[in-house]
């Protein structure tokens, strides 16, 4: 791994000026002052004597510019020597130092001042510290390197709490790093004490009668009463100074009755207590200790952007002090980002990773982390017992549970993420045993902080920390009740999705995707044991069908796909037609459609998911299921196919009598005539469709397999596009944009996206359709839809042909047909087959254009789909009228028939656009009054509205064709 910290501060330990230290510690050296002499790893370092005494003397006072005239003083006390020479000797010293040649850095040059020791110190054990230094240090603090990342304003809240409350105690789980942040409030607030400050380790205190006695110790007493707690309260009873109590939990009763007397008793003494539980006493004020802050998997993961986090901070500053201070790549940014959510911010989890990634590497560290045993082996030589392995800090943790808290502990391991008292309840609980009971064992472990809580929700939420859960999983496996607490996990989510489904249906798109995305990481952990060899068929059948509304809804249709045919292929006997079958089996089609191709696959797969609503006799899927076939009709263009389902689906939402399945039938008959090119009735089946949902009760989720709602919305700013009403046009093309962005669904925003940028293009709105293309483009990757990504590529092309870019759009425009025709989407690869005729066309193509135009204009009259019908002939006819004067009588009947279509189809805009083009074509040929005529007519069939460049285009050749009239009359 090649790890850097940018700029790193270096962290000091005070010490005394003017007494000599002793060994010292620094990185992988040792330097003792009594024996002139710097070792590594044990090993003595040949370092001249000069060079010896400077190091010496730099190290004796960390982080204190020492001008080089008091270096030469001390080491050439009787001698005159030059500048240089101190530089030659410091050169000796980092060279033996390895300073600055694997990124450590020891003695650092300060422009114009001097050398200062940069380096982290600490006493090695056994030395004894000076008088100064220990007034420096405080009373009864320990002599180490205190490290603090992304805790400095914690460190001085507490310290404020500290002062004004007396008592507070940092709460958190092991390895959270509350005697690290003990210590440092301990400085921060040694002067208001003048420096009388007691630390007490408990950790190795067994016995609770003996806390008092311990505390005594610490402060130079010896007692020898029986019940020293309150003859140690009456000898600093009127003397001022903090006690630090660290590591409290497994003696909490003594603590917090003595930590209680002092609070009651005295005036002058503060407590400031770390326990893995709260003290529940008088006075004491709790300050939770959280986690270090490390970057969401959503966020950007290059070296600058994660080392902006806490945690990445530690891990990579503890890995610099193993192994060199290193560049951190953007590369391997991810990899430790993702190690340091693993280890969800924890500190001691953190440095012991660190250590294997110094020792190992970063890539067979993150492989060691995927095993959760191994994770729990990480071990640091030096820490103290409870942390030198994550297994020896939750050791310590476990043992002091109740029994009743054991096995809710060890059972909740079953759930990734999040869960719920309800959830915990159905899978630790045992027959005879009260919901009570479960609910008093999460409220000790929350206590003890072994699980959080998330209480910013409707419903109080827990969840077992990445590095806990490992633990617990351990203990199931102990005592074998792994299938046991899996099987009742996968059981209890599968009725919780079912009945999840109905308590979102009245829910805004994006709360019910939010609800989903909670249960994400429980379903995959279901499922995967329910298809494992050790799951149950039953219960992994159940599953599938309730987890499908999981993936649809989140968009992950490639996932869907794959659970979804791992169930069917286990279907059969009773199930071939249950309605589990049912759920399964519509979801793979929808997954296909978006994923891979439209084809006949797809129709097959509805077919068959029809047929088992039949049998079943169930309205509501089998309107679900036709939805879905509806849009692979309409994405095929099968006007025929698409017509049908429509009408099916109205009869059936007549029978039913709901307000939202008629505006489904009514939308699906909206679609159905904007493929017949009907632009009038398509806007009459959407006012009703939204006339429907208006009438409803109350809004719920949409159950079908297509977002209805947006749908219409659509329908309504294509139908009043092509008639020309732009202004109305755009103000329904942002509600279906808005619309969809609601329904929190990717692939239905993506669709309204594809479907309303046209009149962004045909207003010539670069800005916004840059932006709206950018934003198709993006879901369509994130989500592997790949139709909206070809689609997402022809509508660039048509953004770049509105600035003349037609090589570009070229590209652009052929790489999305050809995608389209591989998927079997045919709903715009008209449009892109227009634009790219005429491009071809203007880069003097005119044979390919042409024959481009007339394969399509024959293929859609085979298959009567007559929507393009307008946009094709005009294109032909453009096409003519560039090629040669000699095709201007066949380019003037191409145009007359695509204003004759938009005529039919009521579409305005486009018998504009065609009558525009004609009369041009007649100027040619000095036919202005037929020019006028023609343009005339079409602009007073032209609605009144907003100006856009088609109809400014048509006013200023109108304004020309009157002039040149006036002037040949």
């Not at 001249?48 to 001390?74: C, F, N, T, W």
């Not at 980092?94 to 006493?123: C, E, H, M």
């Not at 002090?321 to 790549?329: E, F, H, K, Q, T």
Request: aromatic content about 6%; proline content about 4%.
């Amino acid at each position: 791994m090649n790890i850097q910290e940018k700029h790193p501060k270096p962290v000091p330990t005070a010490m005394a000026d003017d007494e000599p230290r002793g060994n010292l510690r620094f990185g992988p050296f040792e330097l003792s002052s009594k024996e002139r002499a710097l070792r590594r790893d044990g090993v003595a370092l040949p370092l001249g004597s000069r060079a010896l005494e400077i190091l010496i003397y730099l190290a004796e006072r960390p982080g204190k510019v020492i001008a080089k005239q008091e270096l030469i003083d001390h080491v050439w006390p009787d001698v005159t020597v030059e500048e240089g020479s101190i530089r030659v000797h410091v050169a000796a010293i980092r060279k033996a130092l390895g300073d600055g040649q694997f990124g450590n850095r020891y003695i650092a040059n300060i422009k114009g001042r001097g050398y200062s020791f940069v380096g982290t110190l600490a006493s090695l054990e056994g030395a004894t510290e000076s008088r100064a230094a220990r007034s420096r240090h405080q009373a009864g603090l320990p002599v180490r390197p205190i490290m603090m990342i992304g805790r400095e304003t914690f460190v001085t809240e507490v310290g404020d709490r500290l002062l004004k409350d007396r008592f507070v105690t940092l709460l958190g789980p092991g390895g959270i790093g509350k005697t690290a942040i003990a210590l440092a409030v301990g400085r921060v607030v040694a002067e208001a004490f003048g420096r009388e400050i007691f630390f007490v380790d408990l950790e190795s205190v067994t016995d609770p009668h003996h806390v008092a006695a311990a505390v005594a110790t610490s402060l130079g007493f010896s007692l020898k009463s029986k019940d020293p707690g309150p003859e140690l309260v009456d000898l600093i009873r009127s003397r001022r100074l903090l006690i630090i109590l660290d590591s409290c939990e497994h003696v909490i009763e003594a603590v917090a009755s003595f930590a209680e007397q002092l609070y009651q008793q005295t005036e002058e003494i503060h407590v400031l207590t770390t326990s893995r539980e709260l003290l529940k006493v008088e006075g004491e004020h709790c300050c939770r200790v959280l986690p270090l802050d490390f970057p969401p998997g959503d966020s950007e993961q290059t070296a600058n952007a994660v080392l902006r986090y806490p945690a990445v901070q530690l891990f990579v500053r503890r890995v610099a002090m193993r192994a060199g201070r290193v560049v951190l790549s953007d590369q391997e940014a991810p990899f430790v980002a993702d190690i340091c959510r693993k280890l969800d911010g924890i500190p001691l989890a953190i440095e012991l990773a660190a250590g294997q990634v110094a020792a190992l590497g970063l890539e067979n560290t993150v492989d060691l982390l995927v095993s959760r045993l191994e994770l729990l082996r990480l071990s640091h030589r030096t820490a103290v017992a409870r942390h030198r392995t994550l297994k020896a800090t939750l050791d310590w943790s476990y043992d002091l549970l109740s029994d009743a808290e054991r096995i809710v502990f060890r059972r909740i391991a079953a759930f990734v993420g999040h869960f719920t008292l309800d959830a915990a309840r159905s899978v630790a609980g045992e027959p005879g045993v009260a919901a009570e009971d479960i609910f008093d064992a999460v409220a000790g472990l929350v206590e003890k902080s072994l699980i959080t809580t998330r209480i910013d929700v409707v419903q109080a939420q827990y969840r077992l920390p990445n590095t806990t859960r490992a633990y617990a999983l351990a203990k199931l496996e102990e005592h074998d009740e792994v299938d046991m607490v899996f099987g009742r996990h996968a059981e209890y989510l599968a009725g919780h999705l079912e009945a999840l489904r109905e308590f979102l249906s009245g829910l805004p798109g994006t709360e019910k995707a939010a609800a989903y995305s909670d249960q994400l990481s429980n379903v995959r952990a279901a499922l995967e044991w329910s298809f494992g060899p050790r799951g149950d068929a039953e219960t992994a059948t159940r599953l599938a069908a309730a987890s499908t509304q999981v993936f649809l809804e989140l968009s992950l249709l490639i996932e869907c796909q794959a659970w979804a045919e791992r169930a069917m292929a286990g279907l059969g006997g009773p199930h071939q037609y249950s309605r589990f079958a049912m759920e399964i089996s519509a979801s793979i089609p929808l997954a296909l459609m978006h994923t891979e191709s439209n084809d006949q696959r797809v129709r097959t797969a509805f077919a068959n998911a029809l047929d088992i609503a039949i049998e079943q006799g169930d309205l509501a899927h089998e309107l679900r299921v036709l939805s879905g076939l509806f849009m692979y009709s309409h994405w095929t263009m099968d006007i025929r196919g698409a017509s049908e389902i429509a009408t099916r689906s109205r009869k059936l939402a007549s029978t039913t009598g709901n307000h939202d399945d008629m505006a489904l039938a009514e939308a699906m008959l909206a679609a159905s005539e904007h493929l017949s090119g009907n632009h009038l009735a398509t806007q009459l089946h959407c006012e009703a469709g939204l006339r429907h949902l208006a009438s409803r009760p109350r809004p719920r989720t949409e159950p079908y397999l297509f977002h209805y709602t947006s749908f219409l919305l659509v329908g309504m700013t294509r139908s009043l596009l092509y008639r020309g009403l732009l202004g109305q046009s755009l103000d329904y093309a942002r509600r279906a944009r808005e619309e969809a962005k609601r329904s929190g669904n990717p692939a239905t925003l993506c669709r309204s996206l594809a479907l309303i940028l046209p009149v962004f293009l045909a207003m010539a709105d670069l800005s916004q359709s840059d932006q709206y293309i950018g934003e198709l483009s993006e879901l369509s990757v994130a989500h592997s839809l790949m139709p909206y990504r070809a689609i997402a590529a022809g509508l660039k092309g048509q953004w770049l042909l509105l600035q003349d870019k037609r090589s570009e759009a070229i590209q652009l425009l052929k790489r999305a047909l050809e995608e389209l025709h591989a998927q079997h989407h045919e709903m715009l690869n008209m449009d892109f087959t227009c634009d790219l005729a005429v491009a071809l066309a203007d880069l003097g193509e005119h044979e390919q254009a042409l024959t481009l135009t007339v394969n399509a204009i024959a293929q859609q009259q085979r298959a009567g789909k007559f929507l393009h019908m307008p946009a094709l002939f005009r294109m032909k006819g453009l096409i003519l009228a560039s090629r040669s004067a000699e095709d201007h009588s066949g380019a003037e009947a191409s145009l007359l028939s695509a204003i004759d279509w938009a005529k039919r189809q009521s579409a305005t805009l486009f018998e504009l656009k065609a009558a525009t083009d004609l009369a041009g074509l007649l100027l040619k040929q000095d036919r202005m009054p037929e020019a006028y005529e023609y343009l005339g007519a079409s602009l007073d069939r032209m609605p009144a509205g907003i100006s856009f460049p088609v109809r400014t285009r048509a006013v200023q050749m109108l304004g020309q064709l009157q002039s040149g009239t006036e002037d040949v009359g």
